[in-house]
Structures are given as structure tokens and as C-alpha cells.
């Protein structure tokens, strides 16, 4: 398992490896009452767009073409594309990401009395670091109803 950490700057949420060598960026823009979300890997920004019932999935875009996308009523994000891959995750105090009942993301949140949490990050050797940007902002939003529950 690979390790990893990542904290919050600026409103921006930053990976880290153990080495402390930045893996990418969760990025947050704010126009009047409107949010924007990206994620920054490899010098490339892949756009995040909430969609669904209350904006509660996302989908995350490789310029028009949707990459991975969420569905929290089924507790799931799907890989599109060539070889559709099929993830269950559960959304605790403790977040897992799963494949085929293999463990391949687990995050922790910790937070020290009025400092931003950190979060540290246990991570399979097979995961691209794209789909843990994403499971890592998905598992950090707010929720409108469903899910994101502190259980």
C-alpha cells in the first residue's frame, strides 16, 4: 500500500506522497454563489461537475468526455470509457473505496482542535491517482441528504 497524505491550503485540498512530492490538487472556485471544482494531475485539469438528485454525484471530465462518474444512492463510482471498471465505496468516519471486495483506498480524517483536518491516505498499488483525487473530494463534500454520514 502506498501512502499518502493531504491537507487543505487556501480552500484547496493538496496530495501529497510520503516523500512529501505534491500528487495533485483538489481546487475550488468561487464566482458570487457559484462553485466550481477541478482537479489539477500531471499539469492537466479534469473538470468536476455535480449533477443528479440534489447535485449529490459527480461526474469528472477529460475535456468533453466523462471519465469517472458517481452514484451515491448505489454507494458507487464507475470508471466509463474502455474496460468499465465498478467501484463500492463506504462513506464512515473511516472512507473505503472497494473493488471485487479488495480494499484499494482508505481515508482517515484527523483534525487537531480548530486546524484544518488532514487527511492520511492508504492506497493500493493499482490505483491512478485520478480516481483517488476524485474518491478523496467526494469523500470530503458536503452532502445535501444522502450519504456523508459520520456512522
Known sequence: ?????????????????????????????????????????????????????LKNDAELFDSSTVVYFTDLVKERIIKSGQGVRIFHFKLKKTNQLIEKGKLLIEIREERKGYKQSVFYIDVDESVDDLLLLLFLHYSTKEFNSLGGGDD
Open 1 to 53: 500500500m502506498k501512502k499518502y497524505t493531504a491537507h487543505y491550503q487556501e480552500g484547496n485540498i493538496i496530495l501529497v506522497s510520503d516523500t512529501q512530492n505534491e500528487i495533485g490538487r483538489i481546487i475550488e472556485t468561487r464566482k458570487w454563489l457559484y462553485y466550481k471544482h477541478y482537479i489539477v494531475l500531471d499539469s492537466k485539469k479534469y473538470d468536476i461537475k455535480n449533477v443528479g438528485f
